[in-house]
C-alpha cells in the first residue's frame, strides 16, 4: 500500500475511533452515578457546571434526566396513531436528555443568556434542569435537594405544582417517588466516589 494510502486509512481510523468515543449513547451502567460518571468524563464537568451555576446537586438533575429519557440524547414522545394506522402527532414537543418542551426550552435560552444550546446535547440538558430547579425554588420554595417534589414541579409546572395538580395522578406520585429515591442512591454512590473522580480524561 502507497505510504499516503496508508496514512490516510490510518487518519479514517482515527477519527473513527473519535467519533466512537464523542458518541451520544447512554451509559453502560445507568444505576451507578459513579460509573456513569467514570465512564463519560464530559458528563461530570457539565454536571459540576450546572451546580457552580445553579446551587443543584447533581444528583438532582441526573435522577430527573434517567427518568426523563433513560440518558438517550434523542428521546421524544411515542408518535400516536389514528386507528392503529394513520399517525398524527406526539403527545409533546418534548425532546432530549431532559425531555424539555419547545416553549419552555425557549424561556431557558432566553433567561440563561444560552441561546446556541441544544436539547440532544448533555451539556445543555443538564444545565437546563438546573436552570428549572433553580426557578422551582425561587416560585415553589421547594428545596433544590427535593428530588421528589422537584419532579413533580418539573412534570406539572410551578402552577400545576402550586395548584396540587399532581394529587390526582397517583401515577405520578409514583414516579416521583421512585425519582426521589433514584436521587438518593445516586447521592450516596457520589458521595463514595466524589474525591476520585476527574474531568480530566484522556480526551477531554
Known sequence: MPRTSRQLTLCSLIAASLL????????????NLCAIFEEKTDWYAAALDMNKRWGTPVHVPMAIMYQESGFRHDARPPMRWFLGLVPYGR?????????AKTSTWSDYQRESNNGWSSRDDFADAIDFVG???????????????????QYLAYH????????GSYNRKAWLIGVANKVDQRSKRYASQYNQCKDNLSTSGWFW
Not at 131 to 149: C, E, F, I, L, M
Request: net charge positive; proline share 6%.
Open 156 to 163: 406539572e409546572g410551578w402552577g400545576g405544582y402550586r395548584s
Open 20 to 31: 466512537a468515543g464523542c458518541s451520544s449513547s447512554p451509559p453502560r451502567k445507568p444505576d
Open 131 to 149: 436552570w428549572y430547579t433553580h426557578k422551582t425554588q425561587s416560585q415553589t420554595g421547594v428545596s433544590k435537594w427535593d428530588a421528589r417534589n
Open 91 to 99: 403527545a409533546s414537543s418534548a425532546y432530549g436528555y431532559s425531555q
